[in-house]
């Protein structure tokens, strides 16, 4: 049997075992709105207040270390802020998210990682922020700060071993776009031109020195590389950016092992730590989930059907995979944006937005998460799980990654989108195009 026959074997087996769209019941409706409330409880509470007054966050409670970071740590914590601020129209999380801001402003001296995710670029995103809608001037020029120490720590080729979107040059031109700094944003994709790997149906890029394995996918793969030339290109008329994005997009596209319908790519190609990572994931880091943010962004820049019709398949694979189920351990273990559910129900709600899907995919993840979530005198929170540890419970975390704040975002997202509302961002995220009702 090919590869390809073997997970569609694998696909129907799921469809009849869990059924097909609606496979979760739930017997009470969730306020989700409710439970956003919550959970922004439990964020406020995890804050930590500086000397001066600046509130910072650290990646879980326990630790003692502050971390700025868009993905674990402040930057993505305030945007999480924003977002409340402009749904609730409480300027306690205004006034949260400008204090925080100030923390984050006092660490881009002294910070030592420049990517979007882990560094400075996602500060600054975070701070551009702060400015914009919040009106903090101060916050502005920290963000100018930010980006310019960026730019002098630049060694003509990289800023380090990551080559990708968290750790690497594709973040940092996203993040430098949503900075408003364009220049650094074509400094960071240009070394792509000159890096690529011809292969069967494309190119694809070694995204971390020395490392064999090629890895496909938006995080840490070649998809990441693609989503910032497509942007970047876009946004400075560079037609061979975008092309070196299509011909990147196209090498991803014919490793798929779940066609015609669903769309299914491994991990890496060889694959890397095989005792330890699967094969295949469904999120937004490696899995269709994700794919399919680049090709929208592909749809919108190209102008291909082509583009829409692998989103298509991504999402025929996404709601037929036996998420958010916990078939075996390990397989859906996580509730967060990265990894987990609240990163499916981002794309549930483009799909909603854009396609007129309706939200009863959504509404199943949304139930999944109010059935996963801690909630008491403190809050809500979210415990995610490692199966291979002793215990297996994680510690709940704040951040956007894996904790409360990326959940927020699409907790609140979703409940506009449900009642009419409008269903945009506060702040777009760097590599989630927005989404936009589709001219039929």
């Given at each position: ?29 969730v306020?989700?709105?409710d ?9 406020l ?7 001066d ?65 882990l ?7 975070a ?26 720590r630049?060694?003509?080729?990289r ?35 000159h ?8 190119v ?25 030339l ?197 702040v ?13």
């Amino acid at each position: 049997m090919t590869a390809g026959g073997a997970a569609r074997d694998k696909e129907q087996h799921l469809e009849r075992r869990h059924g097909t769209l609606g496979r979760v019941v739930t017997t009470q409706p969730v306020d989700a709105e409710d439970l956003t409330s919550a959970a922004l409880d439990w964020l406020l509470s995890t804050a930590r207040e500086t000397e001066d007054g600046a509130l910072a966050w650290t990646t879980r409670p326990s630790d003692d270390e502050l971390n700025p970071s868009l993905y674990s740590g402040t930057s993505g914590v305030v945007l999480a802020l924003i977002e409340a601020q402009r749904h609730f129209r409480d300027d306690r999380y205004g006034d949260a998210a400008l204090r925080a801001a100030r923390s984050i402003a006092a660490a881009v001296g002294t910070w030592e990682f420049d990517s979007l995710y882990l560094g400075l670029a996602g500060m600054a995103v975070a701070l551009r922020a702060v400015h914009e809608v919040l009106g903090d001037a101060a916050a502005g020029r920290a963000a100018e700060g930010a980006c310019e120490r960026v730019r002098a720590r630049f060694d003509g080729m990289r800023w380090g071993e990551q080559f990708e979107l968290i750790g690497g040059n594709a973040g940092i031109a996203l993040g430098a776009l949503a900075a408003g700094d364009t220049e650094l944003a074509l400094l960071a994709v240009t070394p792509y031109l000159h890096t690529t790997e011809p292969t069967a149906n494309g190119v694809t890029w070694e995204t971390r020195a020395g490392r064999a394995a090629r890895l496909h996918h938006i995080s840490h793969g070649t998809l990441g590389v693609v989503c910032a030339l497509a942007a970047v290109g876009a946004a400075t008329g560079r037609a061979d950016l975008v092309e070196l994005a299509v011909a990147g997009a196209k090498d991803v596209a014919a490793r798929d092992e779940a066609g015609p319908t669903g769309f299914l790519v491994p991990y890496s190609e060889p694959q890397v730590q095989h005792e330890r990572i699967a094969r295949y994931s469904y999120g937004w880091c490696h899995g269709p989930a994700g794919d399919a943010q680049v090709f929208r962004l592909l749809r919108d820049v190209v102008g291909d059907g082509a583009w829409s019709t692998l989103t298509d398949r991504c999402w025929h694979t996404v709601t037929h995979c036996g998420l958010p189920q916990r078939l075996r351990p390990g397989f859906w273990d996580n509730s967060g944006r990265c990894c987990g559910t609240a990163g499916v129900l981002a794309l549930a709600c483009d799909r909603h937005v854009e396609n007129g899907d309706g939200l009863d995919f959504a509404r199943v993840l949304v139930a999944d998460l109010a059935s996963r979530a801690t909630v008491d005198a403190d809050g809500a929170r979210w415990s995610n799980v490692e199966h291979r540890n002793t215990p297996s419970t994680l510690e709940p975390e704040p951040g956007w990654a894996m904790g409360n704040a990326g959940i927020v975002r699409e907790l609140l997202r979703f409940v506009r989108a449900g009642s009419g509302g409008d269903p945009a961002y506060a702040v777009a995220w760097p590599d989630h195009p927005a989404a936009r009702p589709r001219v039929r």
